[in-house]
């Protein structure tokens, strides 16, 4: 399994600004981008800095998968305290090219994973 470096990234999203991030089948997932050219998945990760989440490829015999965890310890919040867990995998498709997969975490809680498409020639 690799790990995928998560960056911070200072400049905030056009397309997409918190609170509007949330995604109308309350999944965390926003956007999802499948071109000849790129691959690409938005999350919505307000509630995780960029320690708390873990990217990573997995490969297995059909192919690669993307895991995506996060989890933070309890924090106070106005109510009482919480704490938070995600876990997902996703199967990517077999023309991603898993060695240019990203990661960036933007101020307004967007994660962003993308990757370039294998060239066919």
Not at 50 to 74: F, K, T
Request: proline share 4%; net charge negative.
């Amino acid at each position: 399994m690799r790990r995928i470096e998560i960056k911070h990234n200072s400049s905030y999203l056009s397309h997409c600004e918190w609170p509007l991030l949330k995604s109308s089948t309350n999944s965390e997932v926003i956007e999802l981008t499948n071109t000849p050219y790129k691959w690409e998945l938005g999350l919505d990760a307000v509630a995780f800095e960029s320690g708390d989440i873990r990217v990573c490829v997995r490969p297995h015999e059909n192919g690669h998968d993307l895991l995506i965890e996060g989890s933070h310890d309890s924090r106070k919040d106005e109510y009482g305290t919480v704490s938070r867990r995600i876990h997902r995998v996703l199967h990517l498709p077999e023309d991603v090219d898993t060695n240019t997969i990203s990661a960036n975490l933007f101020p307004n809680g967007m994660l962003d994973i993308k990757a370039d498409k294998k060239l066919v020639i």
